[in-house]
């Protein structure tokens, strides 16, 4: 057998199960999340801090009144991205679950492979950070603009 996408790979290769889940998913799964939560603390923190902060001294409320509207939908937008990749390293997660014979019936559950370990990271990481997304997003909702 071989390692080729699409094609099962040899039982003593490293990722056994690669042929069930394509890298990009695995890597998606992995980092999708932590990109989302580093990209709304950027944008967070451009967004208050040009419309906060535009000289030496905080101003009581922002130069522009649409910060908080738009600073929940960068939030909200991030926080379905961080989900979406949740999910899809679930789904890898459970593609690589299994390990079949040449009739496709179940024959042991498995955990080894590069290819499951990548989607077991990626469930912790995205739970991770989904959670900082949602930390990160409430204060958008719960104190004055300029004040966080």
Not at 2 to 20: C, D, F, L, M, V
Not at 54 to 79: E, K, M
Not at 86 to 106: G, M, Q
């Amino acid at each position: 057998m071989t390692a080729i996408y699409g094609h099962e790979a040899a039982p003593n290769h490293p990722a056994p199960q690669q042929h069930r889940v394509g890298l990009p998913a695995l890597w998606f799964g992995l980092f999708g999340a932590p990109a989302a939560w580093a990209a709304q603390l950027i944008s967070n923190y451009a967004l208050m801090s040009h419309f906060c902060y535009p000289r030496d001294t905080p101003l009581a409320s922002p130069t522009f009144g649409g910060v908080r509207p738009l600073a929940i939908v960068i939030a909200a937008v991030l926080l379905l991205v961080a989900v979406a990749a949740l999910f899809v390293a679930l789904h890898s997660w459970n593609a690589t679950r299994y390990r079949r014979d040449s009739e496709h019936h179940e024959v042991a559950e498995i955990g080894e492979g590069r290819t499951r370990f990548m989607a077991m990271a990626g469930i912790l990481v995205s739970g991770i950070f989904v959670y900082g997304v949602l930390m990160a997003g409430i204060p958008l909702i719960a104190m004055p603009v300029c004040q966080f």
